[in-house]
């Protein structure tokens, strides 16, 4: 997302601006327009959104699985051939790996991005991302 080649915490602030302010990622990274819904739709639905919180923690942490995207072979590419099974991200995990990365200037729209994820989610998903959101607030 920072265009580093390298995916890790410091591609979490991108990754906000791109799915919370287009405007704004476009400006920060000029020339990489192209390459904003590429990397920014971790869930491969063609749209970079909410829905791709939950892929794009996994991206960042190298997990292929978590309670929400249970490992599926094959679907972590590369990933899955250098790890053994893991034990699923928690929200707890996904929490920490967001609050580590994300900037205080991206707090906010991130914390947003995730009610609204919350929001708009399975039962399941509703209560995974709103425990996320009960973390993040733990860690400030």
């Known amino acids: 997302m920072n265009n580093d080649e390298i995916v890790n915490n410091f591609d ?3 990754f906000v601006m791109a799915i919370s302010d287009p405007a704004a990622y476009d400006a920060a990274f000029p020339g990489l327009t192209d390459s904003m819904i590429y990397h920014a739709d971790a869930n491969a639905d063609g749209v970079a ?3 791709d919180i939950g892929p794009f923690v996994e991206r960042v942490s190298a997990l292929c699985c ?3 995207y ?3 072979a094959g679907s972590c590419g ?3 051939a250098q ?3 893991q034990t699923p991200m928690t929200p707890a ?3 920490e790996i967001l609050a580590s990365g994300v900037s205080v200037a991206w707090r ?3 914390e947003h991005a995730i009610a609204e994820l919350a929001a708009n989610s399975s039962r399941s998903e509703s209560a995974y991302w709103s425990e996320v959101l009960r973390e993040i607030d733990l860690r400030r």
Do not use: M, R, Y
């Open 93 to 95: 995990d996904t929490a």
């Open 49 to 51: 959104n909410n829905f």
């Open 78 to 80: 590369p990933l899955a």
């Open 12 to 14: 979490i602030d991108p």
């Open 70 to 72: 249970p490992c599926v």
């Open 66 to 68: 978590s309670e929400l």
């Open 108 to 110: 906010v729209p991130l």
């Open 83 to 85: 790890s053994a099974p």
